[in-house]
């Protein structure tokens, strides 16, 4: 089996030629050494690593998973080598500052670094990705000792770092909270309460475990309003920086779940001795605002864990059906002499590549494209600009996580397809990849709580601009493939289904706003599908008016895979916009039984 898990050429085409990343080095001078050279060879390094020592210990990561014992948790033998192998190469804070022990590099570019590795082993980059999200929120909010004390020992591997946020009662609804935060007297707090589905809570990869903690001071609001963000390490740190005595964060359980065994899952208890300190991260009363900093960041990176595998098992799909010889060639069924052909040949399996093609195709490139709005929102020659590329990132969030977790379910379903029964059996990676999959639809805000943001709060933010601003871009992609005769049919599917989306989000707004309300919400998923879907057509249409430019001057060896870029714009404007104009027709009329429904007409 061929140990190809992304599509190298793809991702060239997407960082140099769709986005062109080397020009950002003219934008930021901590960029001026990236250009096209150090770019390749960037993703070239984390491709090697990715694939020799990620994916080399992925299948052990899931047959092994991890296990707890007097409350320590051992993740699989071979993590903890790879851990500090890939924490040599500083691979854990790639954009992070360098005086911190980041590489300082776009956010386009670790876009493609993100692919390799998630695609070769995700549930172990949890830990790095948890790690680096955590050393945000310092580096945001914490004053300069919490930034000396912790960051550079976050973005460097030698400390972890986590999320605390679920409790037993307060899942989504954070508001719900009971953990508590008793003063000292001396600016630490006595810390109190259980926390769960803690990703990384507790392992033997590093010495400390930093967690940031959402608990309520005692006396303070009641719901979101009141509640604060802390810090709490595993291990108490002295003032030279040396571990202290243990923090009285104790791990009571581990999670056996579906897929992602390689991960750690945790139920911790906070102070059940009552020796549990913590310090404030940021002000009183204000972490949730922290908390959606970090919580936005990880929306993006559960994007990414959902595509890599979607590009994953389209990769090992499409190897499979090379290679796998079945039943002869349709035209020549009934021919007793015909030799048995690669399932490549057969047209369901042609149609199932197909699908899986111009989907990773079009995730790739919003994923992508929604790192570089990061580098433009902050880089972008004026304040206006950052400003418009800032919304993007906002509106196409919840996009970007749930359209694409979604899609990517569905895409890893379709590569067990293509394997048969063999995709169904664990010794191939089909089984694997859909059970680690499946997670990414659920947390970090479930895709139901995506497409309400969606529709109830990015719809309408700053009035409405960022979207027009979208609206606007997808525009002037669509003018410019009308002009080249080789995309005007699928540029004229493209701005019909655009179109429609600007007139069904007016109408899916103003329901929100209206009597009807619970009925807008209860169709806030379907008009994530069909605002996702139009988005894609986007892409692939971006995609296919710069393939045909550069097919006037491409290397023969180049030609067929720009062809291929065309095609699957084609093969997606021809079969699943109808798809979407039907979303939208249903959108419009906004059905109103899941809200009207008596609650006895269910079976009880």
């Not at 670094?113 to 790690?131: D, H, K, Q």
Request: hydrophobic share 40%.
């Amino acid at each position: 089996m061929a140990q190809v898990i992304s599509d190298q050429r793809d991702i060239e085409f997407v960082v140099h030629e769709l986005l062109q990343a080397q020009t950002l080095a003219e934008l930021n001078d901590n960029y001026a050494d990236f250009n096209k050279k150090t770019i390749d060879m960037v993703i070239k390094e984390a491709k090697n690593l990715a694939i020799k020592e990620l994916l080399s210990i992925n299948k052990e990561g899931d047959e092994i998973g991890c296990t707890l014992e007097n409350g320590k948790v051992t993740t699989p033998p071979s993590f903890k080598r790879v851990f500090d192998l890939f924490n040599k190469g500083e691979w854990l804070a790639p954009t992070e500052d360098p005086q911190w022990g980041g590489q300082g590099m776009p956010f386009t570019v670790a876009a493609a670094t993100a692919e390799y590795f998630n695609g070769a082993n995700y549930p172990f980059m949890m830990y790095v990705t948890l790690t680096q999200g955590a050393g945000h929120l310092v580096e945001q909010f914490g004053t300069q000792a919490q930034k000396n004390t912790y960051l550079k020992n976050m973005y460097t591997g030698k400390w972890t770092g986590t999320m605390l946020l679920t409790e037993p009662g307060a899942g989504s609804d954070v508001g719900a909270l009971t953990t508590k935060a008793v003063p000292n007297g001396d600016g630490t707090y006595n810390i109190v309460g259980e926390k769960i589905f803690i990703s990384g809570g507790e392992h033997d990869l590093t010495e400390n475990i930093i967690h940031p903690v959402l608990a309520r001071i005692e006396g303070a609001p009641a719901g979101t309003k009141g509640i604060s963000l802390f810090l709490v390490p595993k291990f108490r740190v002295n003032k030279d920086g040396s571990l202290g005595e243990f923090n009285d964060v104790i791990c009571t359980g581990i999670e056996h779940k579906m897929g992602i065994h390689g991960n750690s899952t945790c139920s911790l208890s906070l102070g059940a001795k009552g020796d549990c300190i913590g310090t404030l991260l940021g002000e009183e009363n204000k972490g949730m605002k922290a908390m959606f900093m970090l919580m936005n960041a990880a929306r993006l990176l559960v994007g990414v864990q959902g595509f890599a595998c979607a590009g994953a098992a389209y990769m090992y799909a499409l190897d499979y059906a090379k290679n796998r010889i079945q039943g002869r060639d349709l035209t020549e069924i009934m021919n007793p002499d015909a030799q048995t052909v690669p399932i490549f040949r057969h047209p369901d399996v042609r149609r199932q590549l197909m699908v899986m093609k111009s989907n990773v195709e079009a995730m790739r490139t919003l994923i992508y494209y929604v790192h570089y709005c990061i580098d433009m929102s902050k880089y972008a020659a004026t304040d206006e600009e950052k400003a418009k590329y800032q919304g993007f990132v906002e509106v196409l969030t919840p996009i970007a996580k749930g359209y694409v977790t979604d899609r990517a379910f569905e895409i890893c379903s379709q590569g067990m397809q293509v394997y048969g029964g063999y995709g169904y059996i664990e010794e191939y990676p089909m089984a694997q990849l859909l059970r680690d999959v499946r997670i990414t639809l659920i947390y970090e805000g479930t895709n139901g709580i995506q497409a309400m943001d969606l529709l109830g709060r990015k719809l309408g933010m700053n009035k409405g601009k960022p979207v027009m601003d979208l609206f606007g871009e997808m525009q002037a992609t669509i003018a410019q493939a009308k002009d080249i005769p080789a995309l005007e049919k699928s540029a004229a599917k493209v701005e019909e289904v655009v179109n429609k989306l600007g007139e069904v989000a007016i109408h899916m707004g103003t329901t929100a706003m209206s009597p009807k309300m619970l009925a807008a919400f209860a169709n806030a998923h379907p008009f994530l599908d069909a605002t996702g879907d139009t988005i894609f057509a986007w892409m692939l249409l971006w995609r296919g008016v710069t393939a045909v430019q550069k097919l006037a001057k491409a290397k023969k060896k180049d030609i067929p895979f720009y062809q291929g870029v065309i095609k699957s714009l084609e093969f997606y404007t021809q079969t699943v916009l109808p798809i979407t104009l039907g979303r939208f027709a249903a959108l419009l009329g906004t059905s109103t039984v899941a809200v009207e429904i008596e609650d006895n007409m269910f079976p009880s």
